[in-house]
């Protein structure tokens, strides 16, 4: 009999036992509306049958609306340490200010209409299948309300179906 060998989640750090808390951008569209939010929630995964992505949007970002609006996103992989300086400006303007994209010194590309950051050394088209608002209410350790969600600002969850993968 083969024996299973205990190890814990920080040693294992690569493909989908990624752990770490890298950040990687959501990009989404309406008409000529582009925008990225810099995101370290989600996942991918496989439901009803398909290849899925799962990411977390705070309610409050324009990137949200745009993903409500289009119902497609891209998630675009870039080095977190060499675009260390982008990743902070995206995270601390509005794309409803400003071309934050443009200000992060990143450039769109697009892949059949959905928009993508060039500078992404992997990317996953995604078309939303599912959207709820993660309700506080359902949390079962109410340690992480208090300290992810102090200011009543909820994530919107989305399951999209993986449509594409591109790799540099």
């Known amino acids: 009999m083969r024996v299973f060998q205990p190890v814990e989640p920080e040693e294992i750090e690569n493909g989908a036992y990624?752990?770490?808390?890298?950040?990687?951008?959501?990009?989404?569209?309406?008409?000529?509306?582009?925008?990225?939010?810099?995101?370290?929630?989600?996942?991918?995964?496989?439901?009803?049958?398909?290849?899925?992505?799962?990411?977390?949007?705070?309610?409050?970002?324009?990137?949200?609306?745009?993903?409500?609006?289009?119902?497609?996103?891209?998630?675009?992989?870039?080095?977190?340490?060499?675009?260390?300086?982008?990743?902070?400006?995206?995270?601390?303007?509005?794309?409803?200010?400003?071309?934050?994209?443009?200000?992060?010194?990143?450039n769109v590309g697009y892949f059949e209409g959905v928009p993508l950051i060039e500078e992404a050394s992997n990317v996953l088209i995604c078309k939303v299948l599912f959207r709820t608002e993660l309700n506080p209410v359902g949390f079962l350790d109410d340690t992480i309300p208090e300290e992810f969600y102090k200011n009543k600002d909820s994530h919107m969850i989305y399951v999209g179906e993986i449509t594409k993968v591109l790799i540099r």
């Open 18 to 106: 990624a752990f770490g808390g890298r950040k990687f951008l959501v990009t989404s569209c309406d008409g000529d509306k582009v925008n990225t939010t810099a995101v370290s929630y989600g996942g991918v995964g496989q439901m009803w049958g398909r290849r899925v992505t799962l990411i977390c949007v705070r309610k409050n970002r324009y990137t949200r609306e745009l993903l409500d609006a289009s119902k497609e996103y891209s998630m675009s992989f870039l080095d977190n340490d060499e675009f260390r300086g982008a990743l902070k400006y995206l995270e601390a303007v509005s794309g409803r200010d400003e071309d934050k994209i443009k200000g992060a010194r990143l």
